[in-house]
């Protein structure tokens, strides 16, 4: 059996959060813009279900998914908006319960995957724990884009420290993506959980280059739903400023992020 049950259960309520979001929407309210250019609830809904897929096959059948891969690459600037309109042209009760079909699927799979397995993916091979954290960061961060647009305040849980993480483990990657050579210290991250009676602490305690702030706040930014000038984070040390400025924790390009709104969330 898997040894990543609980964060695929955090995987399993963040995508019910979301899914509870758009259930009941009228088909109009489906195209409603959100604040990622070009995409409308529909196409985040439908990134959501393709990338589930895609993972399915990963977990599956690594031959298929490889022949997935090499379709990406060929079209590597366009093959996510791509994938992302042609699910949004279908009709949203469709669309909607191809992903329940698929994220339902997912979860199977992943459970079912044996302890130590890896698994291909457009970077480095995953685990089945890796799998899910990727999947639930994904999903809360889409469903942020779908949350602001229908002006819905999210409570945060504890499931953002799987968020926190993979910001923080992806930090060499946010230098490198941007052709630039990370840091060889470590930084100390220590970051407000959203109950406000934790730290979630990452690096050595000594550490001269720190970031401090609400942990909501550093997987907004991370996951570039909102600009640094409206975030309560602090960085000490000039490295651990640049970092802020072009952190990611998503694998690809480095995204646009999201212009200033003007005061602290």
């Given at each position: 059996?898997?040894?990543?049950?609980?964060?695929?259960?955090?995987?399993?309520?963040?995508?019910?959060?979301?899914?509870?979001?758009?259930?009941?929407?009228?088909?109009?309210?489906?195209?409603?813009?959100?604040?990622?250019?070009?995409?409308?609830?529909?196409?985040?809904?439908?990134?959501?279900?393709?990338?589930?897929?895609?993972?399915?096959?990963?977990?599956?059948?690594?031959?298929?998914?490889?022949?997935?891969?090499?379709?990406?690459?060929?079209?590597?600037?366009?093959?996510?908006?791509?994938?992302?309109?042609?699910?949004?042209?279908?009709?949203?009760?469709?669309?909607?319960?191809?992903?329940?079909?698929?994220?339902?699927?997912?979860?199977?799979?992943?459970?079912?995957?044996?302890?130590?397995?890896?698994?291909?993916?457009?970077?480095?091979?995953?685990?089945?724990?890796?799998m899910a954290t990727g999947r639930l960061m994904e999903t809360w961060a889409h469903g942020q884009d779908v949350a602001d647009t229908l002006g819905v305040v999210r409570t945060p849980t504890d499931r953002l420290r799987h968020v926190a993480r993979i910001g923080v483990r992806a930090r060499d990657f946010a230098f490198g993506v941007r052709g630039a050579i990370a840091p060889t210290e470590e930084f100390r991250v220590e970051l407000v959980a959203p109950a406000g009676n934790d730290v979630w602490t990452y690096g050595p305690r000594d550490a001269a280059q720190r970031v401090t702030g609400p942990a909501l706040d550093f997987c907004l930014l991370v996951t570039q739903r909102a600009n640094r000038a409206d975030l309560a984070l602090r960085a000490q040390g000039p490295d651990a400023d640049r970092w802020l400025d072009i952190a990611q924790a998503f694998a690809g390009l480095p995204g646009a992020g999201r212009p200033p709104q003007g005061g602290a969330r």
């Open positions: 059996m898997s040894d990543a049950s609980s964060v695929i259960d955090d995987l399993a309520r963040e995508s019910e959060e979301l899914d509870r979001l758009v259930a009941e929407l009228g088909e109009g309210r489906w195209a409603l813009a959100t604040p990622a250019p070009g995409w409308t609830i529909a196409h985040q809904i439908a990134h959501l279900a393709w990338t589930d897929r895609g993972a399915l096959l990963a977990v599956t059948d690594a031959e298929a998914f490889a022949v997935e891969a090499e379709k990406a690459l060929a079209s590597l600037g366009t093959w996510v908006d791509e994938a992302a309109r042609e699910g949004a042209a279908l009709p949203p009760a469709q669309l909607l319960a191809g992903w329940r079909e698929g994220r339902a699927a997912l979860d199977r799979a992943l459970r079912a995957a044996p302890s130590g397995t890896r698994f291909p993916w457009y970077g480095p091979p995953m685990s089945a724990a890796s």
